[in-house]
């Protein structure tokens, strides 16, 4: 494979931004630790990039609170048999708070799953799926201050689907 | 530093300039119309290079400016920026990641967050100094991004293109990337074929070694793809050399297609089966038209000739034919009998050599002598020839990664009485259908990018090839006289859908093209969901004469489709149908398809986006999250013992404890003379865990996991217990089907239930009097087992393919490969003799209810219907597995092995970090 080879449209199978910024800074922490001349630096693939070479896993956001494993289910196996899956939850109420891992038999369908489905519709809702390096237990709690997700603290918009208004918002109003 | 111009500030100036230069020129009424003012920050593409003179942008041909994005009533979210398909909308970080060399897995490319469809690029960008942009950047921009605007002329673009690459070439340094780039763009993106070559042709004019330079890239690319057996790229790249004829000396491509044809011919005497045979005409076919409507003048009777030896092989109906037909059988009611791809195309050849090869819908791209250059002396006609590159076909054949079988052409428009796409005998059709198809699987990696190609694909056609965008079909019939009523968006539409309903399986997951048009929907509604309603209603009144298989897959895109937009249907139109016996195809579709949209959503939604009269096809049992547990009322036998089961496995209780109720069951049953006494103590068990797990997959799934043990002990004892496992989970899910399958395929993968377990319960225990065969869900679920094993059949296969195996290995997966054929063949038996006994009537269950109430000569008819339909499906699927892994497949594929050894894998399309593990198959 030549090393220029780019397709001639952008690929939406690879990791979003978010991931490739966590990416980012783990490498500039690695670099910091080589010799900065070592002209063979770029060849040396970050465990990051190693580990979503294979990965069969995807995170799944902006979920409605509402929606059910089941329905879940049904879309995401449009692109393969699905291993595991794995609803986010409130880390207080052990209740859905909007996004899940789903996890595919082989890369190609995490792939396929990244091209064909991250982007359309769930329950009425624009879903994202991001490529992700593998569930680990804990990973399903919501790390926001209430227990959701971080997305869900302060959000100003009225998000029916998601509780509302942000919770740290409601909370300021309620004690207004 | 240059003059401090901020270039993507639709205030400045310029644009403003630029703009009053574009709406001057432009005569059509909607556009005189606009109001420039709010028009602005819509600029389409806001112009990077502005050393390009204004004057070029005024030659617009007034086809191009129907495109609907000038209209004023456009959405704003309809709106898309028309390079956003490329990589390349800046300038300046393309130029970095050249210099770094860059564009190597996950890039540092930060386009990602404001890609597509958003208005605000060009606005929000940090605003920063402009330094020129260098050539290779700008030659990379231009070439990927010809033809896509219809605000320049395509051939203007070129000779530019010609004309900096000439330059550029002088210079030297780093061609390759743009050498690269050619090749790429024409297996990329096949629409811009003849513009690529157009390119090519004005770089012969004045730097013949380079063009050479460009035939050298692109023919080590043809060869990797023959001895690969790639052969989309092999049509490709021969369509472009193609349209390079005038470039070669003598007969140019002519004897390249000759010696594919003897090929072709040598494959075909080998076997009956042959497909790539076919294939390799199927690539002659596709290129000869190219050829003629390129500029090289006096190849027609060269073609005639080969088309008369062509047509033995492309008039030949194949032997697998009939099972990949869309409308089988022989009503005259089909819309459309079964045509191969490559015979239609043959006659239409046919047809237009004697039109005196018109082929009107290729675009003409290169004058020879362009008046304003700059050595006028120059004479055109005697521009520079090349010896054509030096190919070797191998030998022999590599067909290639993929099982190929014949092409079915299908149109959802095509021959109706308002002619919205092209004839089926005009050459046309073929043509576009063509490069739709390859566009559309190509592009899979971005459906955006497809959905923007299907929409502008009247810009890499001849002008008036089509109606304007976005024309309603009742306007249509006030078209004057031989213009053309060709709508673009059926176009598009028809070739998304022929590779849903192609046959065996498309290339991609279904699910691709089905976002393929919801993205398409989502660019351009006003043009493409009134088509989209057009192909609804036309596959719907054809529903009981198309392929089962096929049937389905509609209604699981028709759900999956209204998912993305509200669930809005015209549902009133099917009122009639709703009104039908459950047993006829399209009350069965609706059904199914309601299951559907529910399973995607849930019950109350779904009812409310249906008129009143449907509302009974969605029973209250659909709303219940937890069906009933049927041994909470006492009317049901061992109705003690079962809530006593439920409570022992709520609580973990040890296994000591459950088997002694079971006993007491057991006890129960074996009084009241039931012969298996495990079925009733099974049907407790099973419900009770379904009970337990109804809140949810994971809950049910590690309920199974805990009583795991149990589970497989039942099987093993006794196979009707089985099949009671399976027969309880739909009972207890009988609202909610959905659920159901989707347990029995874990059970499945738990080996707590077999596959012939499954086929056995759905097609025996289940089948009644053949209304199982009506039900979507029990086809979802016997295609669903089919296809694990059929699954299962291939990676052992594969397996077998893999070099360097020992002796023992090779013996190992061969006894294997053996015992699994055999068990698969049984369960295609068992399927075939259970559907057939209901398409012959002869089936019990169809005896015993035959002649009854609500069973009379109508609905036996369309029962026995539906066997012969399920026959087929299944009939095809085990011909398809016989095809890859039978006895003499996998014999040809061993033997094929050991010659194959020299070829080097190649990179797939797919060679870009994230999708890079696919090469896969390629030498299997």
């Known amino acids: 494979m030549r090393p220029t080879t780019r397709n001639t449209v952008d690929r939406l199978d690879k990791p979003s931004s978010y991931a490739a910024s966590k990416n980012k800074k783990r490498r500039f922490n690695r670099d910091r630790d080589h010799d900065d001349e070592d002209p063979y630096r770029r060849e040396k693939t970050p465990d990051f990039e190693d580990k979503l070479r294979e990965a069969t896993t995807l995170y799944v956001g902006n979920l409605s609170f509402y929606t059910t494993e089941e329905q879940i289910h049904e879309l995401f196996a449009k692109c393969g048999e699905i291993k595991r899956l794995v609803m986010g939850l409130d880390r207080f109420q052990k209740t859905p708070c909007g996004f899940c891992f789903v996890e595919y038999y082989t890369h190609q369908d995490a792939l396929d799953c990244m091209k064909y489905i991250g982007g359309t519709k769930l329950d009425e809702r624009i879903i994202r799926t991001d490529l992700d390096e593998g569930f680990a237990e804990g990973r399903q709690y919501g790390r926001g201050k209430s227990g959701g997700q971080v997305r869900d603290e302060y959000r100003d918009e009225y998000d029916p689907g998601r509780g509302g208004y942000g919770r740290a918002l409601a909370e300021d109003l309620d004690r207004d | 530093m240059m003059d401090g111009v901020v270039y993507y500030d639709p205030s400045a100036a310029h644009i403003t300039n630029l703009f009053k230069s574009k709406l001057s020129i432009q005569d059509h009424d909607h556009v005189k119309h606009l109001n420039p003012g709010v028009v602005e920050p819509h600029v389409p593409k806001a112009p990077r290079n502005f050393k390009t003179p204004i004057s070029r942008r005024a030659t617009v041909r007034a086809s191009r400016l129907d495109d609907p994005l000038a209209s004023p009533s456009r959405r704003a979210g309809d709106y898309y920026p028309p390079s956003y398909a490329t990589a390349e909308k800046d300038p300046d970080t393309m130029a970095d990641d050249d210099r770094r060399g860059g564009g190597r897995g996950f890039n540092n490319n930060n386009n990602r967050k404001r890609r597509f469809r958003e208005d605000d690029d060009f606005d929000r960008r940090p605003q920063r100094r402009r330094y020129e942009e260098p050539t290779s950047a700008k030659l990379r921009r231009q070439l990927l991004t010809i033809a896509e605007s219809p605000m320049k002329q395509p051939q203007d673009e070129a000779q530019e293109i010609a004309r900096l690459f000439a330059e550029y070439y002088e210079e030297g340094d780093d061609k390759a990337s743009f050498l690269d780039l050619m090749v790429q763009i024409l297996t990329e993106q096949p629409f811009k074929i003849p513009f690529a070559a157009a390119v090519v042709l004005y770089t012969n004019e004045s730097k013949p070694e380079a063009a050479a330079e460009i035939f050298t890239q692109v023919a080590s690319k043809l060869q990797s793809s023959l001895d690969s057996g790639n052969w989309r790229d092999v049509k490709l790249i021969l369509r472009f050399f193609g349209c390079l004829q005038v470039l070669f000396e003598g007969d140019g491509v002519f004897p390249l297609l000759d010696e594919l044809f003897d090929r072709a011919v040598d494959l075909q005497v080998a076997s009956q089966e042959d497909t790539v045979g076919l294939e390799l005409v199927k690539i002659i076919l596709f290129t000869i038209p190219y050829i003629i409507a390129s500029p090289a003048v006096g190849f027609g009777q060269r073609a005639v000739e080969l088309l008369a030896k062509t047509e033995a092989v492309a008039s030949n109906e194949h032997a697998l ?9 022989d009503s005259d009611d089909r819309p459309f009998g079964y045509q191969s791809i490559i015979g239609m195309l043959q006659k239409q050849l046919q047809n237009e050599s004697e039109k005196g090869w018109e082929l009107a819908c290729i675009p003409r791209l290169f004058a020879p002598k362009p008046k304003e250059e700059e050595n006028g002396d120059d004479a055109a006609p005697t521009s520079a020839k090349h010896a054509f590159p030096n190919i070797t076909v191998p030998s022999p054949i590599n067909p290639g990664p993929k099982p190929l079988f014949p092409d079915a052409y299908f149109s959802l428009y095509a021959d109706q009485d308002v002619e919205t796409v092209p004839k089926t005998t005009d050459i046309a059709s073929s043509l576009l259908r063509d490069v739709l198809v390859d566009t559309i699987n190509i592009l899979d990696f971005n459906r955006n990018a497809t959905a923007k190609f299907l929409i502008d694909m009247d810009c890499y056609w001849a002008p008036d090839t089509f109606i304007k965008r976005a024309t309603p079909f009742d306007k249509l019939k006030d078209v004057a006289g031989d213009k053309s009523t060709w709508k673009p968006e059926d176009m598009a539409v028809d070739a998304v859908f022929s590779q849903i309903f192609t046959l065996p399986t498309p290339e991609h997951k279904l699910v691709y093209y089905h976002s393929v048009i919801t993205e398409s929907c989502k660019i351009a509604p006003a043009a493409i969901a009134p088509s989209l309603g057009r192909a609804i209603r036309f596959l719907f009144r054809h529903l009981d004469l198309m392929d089962m298989e096929l049937g389905y897959r509609f209604m699981d895109w028709f759900a999956h489709h209204l998912s993305n937009f509200e669930f809005r249907w015209k549902w009133t139109e099917w009122l009639e149908d709703i009104d039908r016996s459950d047993l006829h195809p399209k009350k069965a579709f609706i059904i199914g398809a309601l299951d559907k949209e529910i399973r995607l959503s849930f019950a109350k939604r779904i009812r409310e986006t249906l008129p009143q009269p449907y509302h009974h096809l969605i029973p209250e049992g659909k709303e219940k999250d937890t069906p009933d547990f049927k041994y909470s009322s006492d009317q049901t ?37 039931v012969g298996d006494v495990l079925i009733p103590s099974t049907d407790a068990y099973v419900t009770a865990i379904c009970f337990i797990g109804s809140k949810s997959l994971s809950h049910v799934l590690s309920c199974i996991e805990r009583c795991k043990e149990r589970l497989l002990d039942i099987g093993k004892a006794s196979d009707a217990a089985r099949r009671q496992v399976i ?21 499945l993968n738990y080996s707590i239930v077999s596959p012939m377990n499954v086929v056995q319960w759905a097609l025996g225990d289940h089948l009644g009097a053949g209304e199982a065969l009506t039900q979507s869900w029990v086809y979802e679920m016997v295609a669903g087992t089919v296809g694990k094993v059929t699954n299962r059949m291939r990676q052992i296969a594969d397996a077998r393919l893999e070099r360097g195996l020992s002796a023992e290995q090779i013996e190992l997966i061969d006894q294997h490969l053996l015992k699994e054929r055999e068990s698969m063949r049984e369960l295609f038996r068992f399927i075939d003799d259970a ?16 002649g009854e109430k609500g069973f009379g000569e109508e609905e036996g008819k369309l029962i026995k219907a539906w066997g012969e339909r399920w026959a087929r499906v299944f009939r095809r699927k085990a011909a398809v597995e016989e095809s890859i892994v039978g006895e003499a497949a996998m014999e040809a594929k061993v033997a094929a092995l050991g010659t194959q050894m020299d070829v080097e894998p190649e990179a797939g399309p797919d060679g870009n970090g994230a999708g890079a593990a696919l090469d896969e198959d390629i030498i299997t």
């Open chain 2, 321 to 329: 034919a009939p099972l990949v037909e869309i409308y089988p059988g």
């Open chain 2, 727 to 747: 027969a309880s989970v739909v009972d207890y899910w009988k609202d909610q089907p959905g659920i159901a399958v989707n347990i029995v395929d874990k059970l």
């Open chain 2, 637 to 673: 036998p061992y109705a003690p013992e079962a809530r006593e089961l439920l409570a022992l496995i709520r609580k973990k209780a040890p296994e000591e404890q459950i088997q002694e109720v079971i006993n007491r069951i057991h006890d129960q049953a074996a009084a009241h003379d």
């Open chain 2, 835 to 850: 559907v057939m006994g209901i398409a012959t009537g002869a089936a019990d269950g169809f005896i015993e209810r035959d």
